[in-house]
């Protein structure tokens, strides 16, 4: 559909190493974007994808390893445009590491300050039940035995302190909020802020935006596979 160029980022080295290495080795050549969502994002770079007939289930290939999270989300963010590793979810990868090959170009849309301002009250939220989950783990036993004697007063007074205490330790841990950087990108460009500090996001598009538009508005299956195959070329192009 045209070309995209994307700069990798210094900042990120694991992820840029292993990009121009697969790059070079021809790795994504024929591969697919398999996943199209409108409005979010194109995701590519399942070895799976290539030559897939219609209907093959894709978004689980990789290279056989995974890449150590290198998550910076104040300066490197999922703006619109930006190159983000994807991966599997926390419940089975608590570490966040990347795929070994699949990545996304973010789309997005513009955000008002008003709902990121409500975002930051849900990441508060979250980061707090976070902080929470992971005391509530640490008193396992604890929590196992009041439960088995059916102490509800107990239960609840633990309850409390562990609450007090994730509080506590949230505060000191700072409030989450966007910089200022991040709400110009959101409220102007665009992208999706939800993201940030989960994924590592390792370059942007510095041409082509208009070929990431295109195909993230082409139509698709119910699986998010566009229904006429968008395969890629990468090449690395040196400075």
């Known amino acids: 559909m045209g070309d995209i160029l994307v700069r990798l980022y210094d ?13 070079g080795e021809g790795f994504f050549d024929g591969t697919l974007f398999h996943r199209v969502i409108k409005d979010f994002m194109i995701q590519g770079g399942d070895p799976d994808s290539k030559g897939a007939p219609a209907g093959k289930s894709l978004g689980t290939g990789g290279p056989g390893y995974t890449i150590p999270a290198e998550i910076n989300a104040k300066e490197l963010f999922h703006k619109r445009g930006a190159l983000s590793a994807a991966r599997l979810g ?14 996304y ?12 301002k409500q975002m930051e009250r849900q990441m508060e939220m979250q980061q707090e039940q976070s902080i929470f989950g992971a005391l509530a783990a640490e008193h396992r ?6 439960r088995r004697n059916r102490d509800r007063a107990g239960l609840m007074e633990l309850q409390e302190k562990l609450g007090k205490e994730a509080m506590q330790k949230s505060k000191e841990m700072g409030r989450p909020c966007f910089t200022p950087e ?29 070929i ?13 596979r566009p229904k006429t195959d968008i395969t890629m070329q990468v090449e690395v192009v040196e400075d």
Do not use: C
């Open 141 to 146: 036993e604890e929590i196992m035995t009041l």
């Open 182 to 210: 991040q709400v110009e990108a959101y409220t102007t460009l665009g992208g999706t802020p939800f993201l940030d500090g989960g994924y590592t996001v390792f370059g942007e598009v510095e041409e082509g935006l208009d």
């Open 212 to 224: 990431v538009e295109q195909i993230q508005a082409t139509d698709t299956h119910r699986d998010d």
């Open 11 to 23: 900042e990120t080295p694991l992820h840029r190493d292993n990009f121009l290495k697969l790059a």
């Open 105 to 116: 170009i973010v789309w997005g849309k513009t955000y008002k300050s008003a709902e990121l």
């Open 90 to 103: 926390d419940e089975v990868n608590p570490t966040k590491e990347s795929s070994g090959s699949q990545f």
